[in-house]
């Protein structure tokens, strides 16, 4: 969907921390979200965030949300190979659930 | 076994065929999805379910159509398949629940190429 953008493409090494960005323009969006889709297989979800926080975290992963901005970030810390995935942020609104994809950013981690 | 399936996983067809994908789910979800995949372009949605009977466009529904008989099923059809419907197709499901948060559950994806 053309209203959550996101870099295509990310390379890191084996151990260090990933940053995906993501941004997006409609101010309704109630929920955001953070799927991963690895080679072959459908999405799962990650994570998601509330629009009324700015931060949450789960084990490795770390999602900020800047609302004034329209800005959301994914963190993976310690990146492992298994997490070389396509990764999709999403947006949905209140009214029922229908999501709004973004382009999807391939992560690929280095040995 | 998997919560939402889809046949077929692959096909091929050619200009002008029609073709039907299938989706079932276990979950017992009344809101059902169909989602295409293109490179860069994310999941579009094609058309959404939220019960039996209840269909609803979504972002990009020309060219398609769909079915849900059944609480557990949703199908979508080409009705006249063209080159640019090549992709991946996805269904979703999820439960309803207006002001939570809803996750959608994938099924494994259906590659289409038409020739």
């Known amino acids: 969907g053309e209203d959550v953008e996101q870099s295509l493409f990310l390379s890191v090494r084996e151990g260090d921390s990933s940053v995906i960005n993501c941004t997006y323009t409609d101010s309704s969006s109630t929920y955001l979200y953070w799927y991963k889709q690895e080679p072959g297989a459908g999405l799962q979800l990650l994570t998601y965030i509330f629009s009324n926080m700015d931060m949450k975290q789960d084990q490795r992963l770390t999602v900020l949300l800047n609302k004034k901005d329209k800005h959301l970030s994914l963190r993976i810390a310690d990146t492992q190979t298994g997490d070389s995935a396509i990764y999709f942020c999403a947006r949905g609104g209140a009214a029922g659930n229908k999501l709004t994809f973004g382009g999807g950013t391939r992560v690929l981690v280095k040995p | 076994d998997a919560d939402v399936t889809q046949t077929p996983r692959n096909r091929i067809t050619k200009t002008g065929k029609r073709i039907m994908l299938e989706c079932s789910q276990t979950?017992?979800?009344?809101?059902m999805y169909w989602y295409r995949q293109d490179p860069g372009l994310g999941l579009r949605l094609i058309y959404y379910s939220f019960d039996v009977k209840d269909i609803n466009k979504g972002e990009i529904s020309d060219g398609y159509s769909v079915s849900r008989q059944a609480q557990a099923k949703f199908s979508l059809s080409l009705e006249s398949a063209i080159p640019n419907q090549t992709a991946l197709y996805f269904c979703?499901?999820?439960?309803?629940?207006?002001?939570?948060?809803?996750?959608?559950?994938f099924g494994p994806g259906t590659r289409l190429t038409v020739l």
């Open positions: 979703a499901t999820s439960d309803q629940g207006l002001g939570t948060h809803n996750e959608q559950f």
């Open positions: 979950k017992g979800h009344d809101r």
